[in-house]
C-alpha cells in the first residue's frame, strides 16, 4: 500500500479506500458483523488507513461497526462519513430531518459521533445536493464544525461541478474551509465524471473519490458465464452493452494475470493519480480480490481497449473545442506547441 495527500491538504490517506455499505445485514444483503470485521481487518493489515462510511448505510449499523473496530486505534484511522440524506430513525413528517441545511448538518455529525463513538470525523462530506440550501449557508456551517474541532476536513460527494467549483471559489475568497475531496461514481460503464468533474477536482485540488467501478458485479464477468452468477449479486441481470464490456475485461485480465474485478480497477485507478478507489466487499473474498488490485499494472495498450469498450460523449461545449477550433480559429498553425508550453 501507498500512501496520498488527500487534495490539498497535508493528511496522508491510503491510495485505496475502504467502503463500508456493506456492513450490516439491515437491507438483507450486507455482511455479517463477523464478516464485515475480517474485511475490515485485511483491508488494515494491507495497509490501508482510510474508511468510508455514513449515516444512512444499513441503517447506521455501519457507522457502529466502523466505531467498534477502529476503537482500540481510532487516531490511527482516517475516517469519513457524510451527511445529507435522512437521518436513521427520524419521521418521515419531519420536514428537516435530511437536506444539507444547518439543522440536519448539526443533528447528523452528533449522531453520527455517537455511533462512532469518537470525538471528530476526519472527513465529513455532504451526501448529496439538495438544490434548495443556499451555498454560503452550506460552506459556513461547514466552517464552524472544522472550527469546533468536531470535523477536520470537508469535502463533497454526489453534485454538479458547477456548483462545487462555485463552493470551493467562495471558501476560497472567504477563508472558510475548502473541499480536500470529491465522491462519484466511475467505471467503463459510467464514465459521466470526465467532462467536468475530473477536470474540475484537478483543477481544484481535489482527491476524486471512485465508487462502483464494478457496476454493481456486472463488470465481474458473472453475467458471462454460461449458468450465469453463482452466488447472489445485487445487479439481478446485464444488459448486452454490459456483457461486452465484461468480456473485454475477461480479456485484459486473462492477458495480465489478474482477476477481472482487479482489471476494472486499474482501469479506474491508473485514469488519474488523484483517484483513490473506494473498495466494497460483502464477503471475505471479495476484499481479497480487490486488494490483489496494488500488484496490477496494465499496459497503455490495454487500457486503450478498456475505454473503447464505452467511450465517453464529452457533449457540448466540450465537443466544441476541437482540433479545428484550436487550430484555425485561435491559436493557429503553433497550437501544438502552445499546449506545449502550457502543461
Known sequence: ???????RSGLRVSELC?????????????????????????FAEAGGNFIDTAPNYTNGTSERFVG??????????VVATKYTLRRPGTSSKDLNAGGNHLKNMRLSVESSLKRLGSEYIDLLYLHVWDYTTPVEELLRGLDDLVRSGKVLYVGISDTPAWIASQAQAIAELRGWSRFVAYQGEYSLLERGIERDVLPMTKAMGMSALAFGMLGG???????????????????????????AAAQVILQVAGESGC?????????????SAHIIPIL????????EDNLGVLGVRLSEEQLKRLSAVKPPDPGFPHSFWNDFVRRDLIFGERVDDLLDLKK
Not at 500500500?1 to 487534495?7: F, H, S, W
Not at 467498534?68 to 484511522?77: G, H, K, L, N, T
Not at 482477476?259 to 485514469?271: L, N
Request: aromatic share 12%; net charge neutral; glycine share 12%.
Open 259 to 271: 482477476t477481472p474485478s482487479q482489471a476494472a480497477i486499474s482501469w479506474v485507478r491508473q485514469a
Open 68 to 77: 467498534e473496530f477502529i476503537a482500540q486505534e481510532r487516531d490511527y484511522f
Open 280 to 287: 466494497g466487499a460483502r464477503r471475505v473474498p471479495q476484499i
Open 217 to 243: 458485479g456486472v463488470l465481474t464477468g458473472k453475467f458471462n458465464q454460461p449458468g450465469g452468477p453463482g452466488e447472489k449479486t445485487r445487479a439481478s441481470k446485464a444488459a448486452d452493452e454490459e456483457i
Open 18 to 42: 475502504l467502503g463500508t455499505m456493506t456492513f450490516g445485514e439491515d437491507w438483507g444483503w450486507g455482511a455479517s458483523k463477523e464478516d464485515s470485521r475480517r474485511i475490515f481487518e485485511l
Open 1 to 7: 500500500m501507498q500512501y496520498k495527500l488527500l487534495g
